[in-house]
Nanobody, 124 residues
Framework: QLQASGGGLVQAGGSLRLSCAASGRTFRDYVMTWFRQTPGKEREFVAAIRWSGGGIFYADSAKGRFTISRDNAKSTMYLQMNSLKPEDTAVYYC???????????????????WGQGTLVTVSS
């Protein structure tokens, strides 16, 4: 029900736009979120957006470089990533959960829908 795409290989300083297409149900009251994970590291919160509006959240590592957005008509969430760094290399996952409060948005354990992940590799 969540399909992530848009990953690839890019040089440091470059840009990528990830997409997460939602299907099969309405996500109107959901929080839609990007997480990332590299081997040997814990899953890391990147950015989140409330599907019905009213809140956007970023990890400190994403502020000023990444922009999360959504297109209700296309049922798709995006993550525009600019000024990419080698440390942004990871598998990026989109996830969804209903009606999370702000203090719980960054914890992946609170999410019950996950996309399959898309690999982002940033070369130095």
């Amino acid at each position: 029900q969540l399909q992530a795409s848009g990953g690839g290989l890019v040089q440091a300083g470059g840009s990528l736009r990830l997409s997460c297409a939602a299907s099969g149900r309405t996500f109107r009251d959901y929080v839609m979120t990007w997480f990332r994970q590299t081997p040997g590291k814990e899953r890391e919160f990147v950015a989140a957006i409330r599907w019905s509006g009213g809140g956007i959240f970023y990890a400190d590592s994403a502020k000023g470089r990444f922009t999360i957005s959504r297109d209700n008509a296309k049922s798709t969430m995006y993550l525009q990533m600019n000024s990419l760094k080698p440390e942004d290399t990871a598998v990026y996952y989109c996830a969804a959960a209903p009606r999370l409060i702000a203090s719980t948005i960054r914890d992946g354990e609170n999410y019950n829908y996950w996309g399959q992940g898309t690999l982002v590799t940033v070369s130095s």
